[in-house]
């Protein structure tokens, strides 16, 4: 056989064994991340499908993060505000006693310190704070940021004033050193009252369109990674397939290129034109 005959036989050797090592690399790319699409170079347009679905993903989960941590602060909210509608609940039952007519003064001032502790217990609950927000001083609403927009829950001031039971300057406006007026203080606190429970109505309203919206989003997510996984999961027994075919071709061009080194090592050797060294050189290229 001519030079030119093994040159030529070594060079589709060499195109062989760089598809192979190429198909192989692919191969063990796919098996390794769980893609097929792992780059443009795999198919740019679905590449770009693949990836504007994780995009998608991503943006559905968030939104569920924010929507399960908004949940998670109503619920610190609406805490406070059972706490003050049992607050209110029992300084009814406070001004109903010191209704009775049997009540001597020593026992009005021990109901009135009783009422004074319940306020004040009041304006604590208000003064409840989630992430170092205050929740019911009447300055905040929850605003989530959801996949689809935003949402906006308002919460109320169940501060005392807020809630009619104290004037501007902190006064109470229930005092039971006057008969007359407890009328009026009950009715005072039954406006609170319901004031109160219709913040709580607002807020566990809230809460369940958060959890059913939460729900649609895990449903979205799952599908959104079914649909994705559908596209472009790897089949890995089938790469393992072609990655152990792409190794056995990788190993078939090899030898075929060490026969047509030693090939050619005799051609030029017959002229002359190739030593020992040299040889040694080009065999160790391919590490034989």
Not at 31 to 53: D, F, H, L
Not at 215 to 243: F, H, P, Q, R
């Amino acid at each position: 056989m001519s030079i030119g005959g093994v040159m030529s036989g070594i060079n589709h050797s060499l195109n062989n064994l760089n598809r192979a090592q190429s198909t192989q690399a692919s191969s063990i790319q796919r098996i390794s991340t769980g893609s097929k699409y792992y780059s443009p170079a795999n198919g740019a347009s679905e590449y770009a499908i693949v990836q504007r679905m994780y995009n998608n993903i991503g943006s559905v989960a968030q939104s569920n993060s924010n929507t399960q941590t908004s949940n998670s602060m109503l619920n610190v909210a609406a805490g406070a505000v059972g706490n003050t509608v049992s607050s209110l609940s029992s300084l009814k039952q406070t001004l109903i006693n010191a209704a009775n007519g049997t009540n001597q003064n020593s026992d009005i001032g021990a109901l009135q310190e009783t009422v004074n502790q319940t306020l004040s217990q009041i304006n604590s609950n208000a003064q409840v704070k989630y992430n170092g927000q205050n929740l019911l001083d009447g300055s905040q609403s929850v605003q989530v940021a959801t996949y689809n927009g935003y949402e906006t829950v308002n919460l109320g001031d169940m501060s005392t004033a807020g809630l009619g039971l104290t004037d501007s300057d902190g006064n109470s406006n229930i005092n039971l050193g006057d008969f007359s007026d407890l009328g009026s203080a009950i009715e005072t606190v039954d406006n609170a009252l319901n004031a109160a429970l219709d913040q709580a109505t607002n807020i566990g309203a809230a809460q369940s369109g958060l959890e059913y919206q939460s729900g649609n989003y895990t449903v979205m997510e799952e599908n959104l990674y079914d649909a994705v996984s559908t596209v472009d999961d790897t089949d890995i027994a089938a790469e393992a397939v072609n990655n152990a075919s792409s190794g056995a071709q990788s190993q078939v061009a090899l030898w075929a290129i060490k026969q047509g080194m030693q090939s050619l090592s005799q051609e030029v050797g017959a002229l002359g034109g190739l030593n020992n060294h040299s040889r040694g050189a080009v065999y160790g290229i391919f590490g034989q």
